[in-house]
């Protein structure tokens, strides 16, 4: 799987790199094992196209809190370290998510003051620990992160952070991290905020209320899993535009889309290829024209190869064709779309 398997017919070309053609930050997700394996396709494209990276699993809490105030930060200081040595930005995903709580903590026996103090200690220590990696220039490699991700749903309102710290568990994560660095970017993450308007208020709700009780938050994270049919444009653009009203800057941070949802395609056909690249060229340019440059945080994508994506495994089908590069590393039409639609 690691070495490049395939030539694509026929080749498809750019004329230019996605880091030089945007006017904000792109990032792709990375692992610390990918980044130091045998898989020298992989970092080539990152570097020649990217130059901003999330951890996709490597930061997150069940990977790096690994008992009572002990820190595992060995994956992520890999990435650091791979960031800093090739110039990348690092975007901390994510702090606080009830999806990534180790099993110790979901089932911690102390009281309910104990456990907040774990959590607390848990996001200042790790706040601060990815403060100390600095750039020749003297800026934090690690610039930003989701301090919570998902809180508005239900499995998150059933999850330990709920119960045993209480509704304001959010605002109090965002003071720790705050606390532990002034300068980091603080964000809020979660999925169908382009679709879900009455989730996308919610959080516009939240950020009001944070900044009528002095609560630190510098931006917000839409995921953007999206479908190359849904949501439809006028929705999205509308959504972008509310949650851009708050002023905060605004992340496209897990951007990746469904294609095959109905499962009816065994490839990739042309006439769905051009859909997906018209829909990734309208994504580009919507968040070029719609949110302010100075709100333009940049867009992650989720993943590099079509095969990488973890979309195969959660909707159950190896016919899908998510992302930028097929299995092959070779650039799709989806490329040539994003691409056009930076510069549109
Ligand atoms: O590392 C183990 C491996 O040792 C084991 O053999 C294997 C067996 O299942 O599991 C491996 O861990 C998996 C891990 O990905 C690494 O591949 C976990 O089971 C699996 O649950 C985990 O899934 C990740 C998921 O978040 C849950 O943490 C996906 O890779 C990752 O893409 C996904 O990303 C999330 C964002 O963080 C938040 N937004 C939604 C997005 C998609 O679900």
């Known amino acids: 799987m690691d070495s490049k398997p395939s030539v694509q017919n026929p080749v498809i070309t750019p004329s ?29 494209l990152l570097n020649k196209e990217f130059n901003s990276i999330t951890a996709e699993n490597d930061m997150k809490m069940a990977a790096m809190f690994v008992g009572p105030n002990t820190y ?7 990435i650091v370290a791979y960031a800093k040595a090739n110039g990348f930005r690092v975007h901390g995903h994510a702090l606080i998510w009830h999806a990534s709580i180790p099993n110790w903590l979901k089932n911690y026996s102390g009281t309910d003051v104990e456990f907040e103090a774990q959590v607390e200690g848990y996001v200042k220590a790790t706040v601060a620990h990815f403060a100390e990696a600095k750039t020749t220039t003297g800026e934090s490699v690690v ?3 989701d301090v919570v991700n998902e809180h508005f749903t239900n499995d998150a309102e059933a999850a330990v952070f709920y119960n045993r710290i209480g509704p304001d568990y959010l605002s109090k994560c965002f003071t720790w991290a705050r606390e532990a660095d002034p300068d980091v970017k603080l964000f809020y993450n979660d999925y169908s905020l382009g679709s879900n308007t009455e989730k996308a208020t919610k959080v516009t709700n939240m950020v009001t209320d944070f900044k009528n009780n002095a609560i630190p ?4 994270g839409m995921q953007m899993h999206v479908d190359y049919q849904y949501p439809d444009l006028t929705t999205l653009t509308s959504n972008v535009t509310l949650l851009k009203n708050t002023g905060l800057l605004i992340h ?3 951007l990746d889309m469904t294609v095959n949802k109905d499962k009816s395609l065994n490839s990739l056909t042309s006439q769905r290829s051009n859909a997906q690249k018209e829909r990734y060229k309208n994504i580009a340019s919507l968040y070029t024209n719609t ?5 333009q945080f940049g867009i992650t994508f989720w993943g590099m190869r079509d095969n990488d994506s973890w979309l195969l495994n959660f909707t159950n089908n190896p016919n899908e064709w998510p992302l930028l590069f097929d299995s092959g590393y070779n650039y799709k039409q989806a490329f040539i779309g994003f691409l056009e639609g930076l510069n549109n």
């Open 252 to 254: 496209f941070s897990e």
């Open 16 to 44: 230019a790199t996605l880091k030089e053609s945007a006017s904000f930050p792109i990032g792709n997700i990375v692992s610390a094992n990918r980044l130091s394996g045998s898989d020298n396709y992989f970092r080539t």
């Open 143 to 145: 610039a930003s992160w």
């Open 291 to 295: 949110i302010p440059e100075e709100q």
């Open 72 to 78: 595992d930060f060995s994956k992520g200081d890999a």
């Open 217 to 220: 938050i510098d931006g917000i």
